[in-house]
């Protein structure tokens, strides 16, 4: 996707602050920006939106919209650009649990906007991907440890080798164009049922 066609969505109370942002998206050759100025009712506005990016502006959070805010960005799967003027490290932790990809305390000035949205994007692309690869390493394990379960029960019921065993379930799996952790978790499901 080309940066400028980025759907942005811009949250600020401040008019003055946000028309800083706005600028500095603009001139950076982001044209589909869109700023509110109201945090109620944002999680309606995102999911008709739909925005690549969410930007919040806070120019003095106070502790019950900075949990508001952490609430929705938990639950929201995009790269989120949190501005606020001063901060302790409880806040920076609790953005960053609540997966604010950049976190910047007094640097709103126009041309820091891009390099930020950027950084935010890359972040959370970045986050995504190790997100994914975790999953899916967790998903081979779990299939390895179904494969040696269901190697151990056909081996005991047929009277195979450990080989013969497997070779018998990668057959049966080339056979019904399946997954060999398939047929393995169709194995123990029967054997559950059997024993």
């Given at each position: 996707m080309r940066h400028a066609d980025l759907t942005i969505l811009v949250i600020d109370e401040n008019a003055i602050r946000s028309s800083i942002i706005e600028e500095g998206l603009r001139e950076a050759g982001h044209l589909k920006?869109?700023?509110?100025h109201e945090v109620n009712g944002?999680?309606?506005?995102?999911e008709t939106l739909k925005p690549d990016v969410i930007i919040i502006d806070l120019e003095n959070p106070n502790r019950d919209m900075m949990e508001h805010l952490f609430q929705l960005t938990r639950t929201v799967s995009r790269p989120i650009a949190m501005f606020v003027d001063r901060s302790d490290t409880a806040s920076i932790e609790a953005a960053v649990d609540a997966g604010v990809s950049a976190y910047i305390v007094d640097g709103l000035r126009k041309e820091r906007v891009k390099p930020i949205l950027d950084m935010a994007v890359s972040r959370f692309n970045a986050f995504s991907r190790l997100q994914r690869e975790l999953a899916d390493a967790k998903s081979a394990l779990e299939d390895r440890?179904?494969?040696?379960?269901?190697?151990?029960?056909?081996?005991?019921?047929?009277?195979l080798?450990?080989?013969?065993?497997?070779?018998?379930?990668?057959?049966?799996?080339?056979?019904?164009?399946?997954?060999?952790a398939e047929i393995a978790q169709s194995v123990v499901t029967a054997a559950g049922l059997l024993t």
């Open positions: 920006v869109t700023v509110i944002v999680a309606r506005i995102i440890k179904v494969v040696e379960r269901a190697k151990g029960i056909v081996m005991k019921m047929r009277g080798s450990e080989e013969e065993a497997f070779a018998l379930l990668r057959q049966t799996a080339m056979n019904e164009k399946k997954k060999i």
